[in-house]
């Protein structure tokens, strides 16, 4: 636990009662792909800062009627502040986080999370300042959203899998690359049939294999 | 200059250093309805952070095309941080700033907010407080963008304004609403007779009155 804790970017910044105070509070717990964890702050409480031991979580929003969309993706070694938005009282937007692969998280809870940054302007400094980084994260996103071309949107996406793992087949369904790029399996679908009848990717079952990247990269940057 | 730079929510923080600095660069500046001040960085050179003495300022941003998204304005003694964007190393999106009233800005230049921040946990603190809290407003427009109708965008734009005043008129183009509702002036006036045949309001020359407050609210509702 001390060696997780260790990692958090603020730790050397506490004093040792604050440092005493996490160790005591923090809690290690594991989650399964498929689980939700919800940001918000119903009946006052949410669920608290968390780093990524290992794994990887899906940040999105929810309409009323349940259309999603994603906002980022998060993995081992980062940190999530907006899973605190409770005691953040600058962020009144609630987020789902799905956890999409197997995942070990150490949690702050909300309540010490508070009294955290209450108390050590360092740590305070680092919420906000993480808080920034997301805020330029979903600006991204929201510019691809409104202002690109889906076919535009949907090669950045599969180019940058492709760059993430430096293998040109991407093992996802059209359902789950819907959700990633915020449109409908359907769309997906009609544009990935598309791609392949233009000789870019060629689909799979199960699997999407990219044919001719550079003429991908051209896409992009239309 | 004195009494509007202790008008700034961290000038107590600073030391007399620092104070003597931000004093002897801050400058005093006005501008006119329809002044774009780019928050971007181009040349190295954005335009800093600001204070409004007084006048209205939108933010928006803008696709390749031109295609603007007003994200939130900003009026009388609010500050703005995005302006000085190239100091803030997480922000890697630029927003436009179109002056909406005329204004008298307190800017403090990119250069030596640089500095202060730099220096001053309490400053740089402060700076991304403000982020986050665009972040929460930034968000809700998305929201708004995304899952509302646009019958409810509309009516929550029209209700906003005549709280802001209390008069149950409102004084604009339906040019200058549909760029406050993200939409297109040709769909705000096809739904403005929509509201009037239905008896919510009453177009007049250059001037929307609110007939049915309540009615106009049950639409926000929905």
């Known amino acids: 636990m001390l060696e997780l804790l260790k990692k958090l970017p603020f730790w050397d910044l506490l004093s040792d009662d604050e440092k005493q105070m996490v160790s005591n509070q923090a809690v290690l717990r594991q989650y399964q792909q498929g689980n939700v964890l919800h940001g918000g702050c119903e009946n006052d409480s949410c669920f608290g800062m968390f780093y990524i031991a290992s794994g990887e979580i899906r940040t999105s929003i929810l309409s ?3 259309r999603e969309i994603t906002l980022y993706r998060l993995y081992d070694g980062d940190m999530c502040v907006l899973s ?5 009282s600058q962020i009144s937007f609630d987020t789902q986080m ?8 150490l949690i702050i809870p909300s309540s010490t999370f508070a009294k955290l ?25 929201m510019q691809q959203i ?3 071309r889906f076919d535009q949107r949907l090669a950045v996406f599969l180019l940058n899998e492709y760059r993430k793992t430096g293998i040109p087949e991407i093992r996802m369904t059209q ?11 359907e769309v997906v679908a009609r544009m990935l049939k598309q791609f392949a009848a233009d000789g870019l990717i060629e689909n799979r079952r199960g ?14 940057s239309k």
Chains 1, 2 share one sequence.
């Open 207 to 220: 699997v999407i294999v990219l044919k001719d990247i550079p003429k991908l990269e051209k896409l992009d």
């Open 146 to 148: 409104l202002f690109s």
């Open 64 to 66: 009323d009627e349940g």
């Open 117 to 141: 940054i209450d108390s050590n302007i360092y740590a305070r400094c680092f919420m906000y300042e993480l808080a920034a980084e997301r805020f330029s994260t979903v600006m991204w996103v």
């Open 175 to 185: 359902e789950q690359i819907a959700q990633n790029v915020n449109s409908a399996r």
């Open 84 to 88: 605190a938005s409770c005691v953040i």
């Open 98 to 105: 799905t956890v999409t692969k197997d995942a070990q998280l």
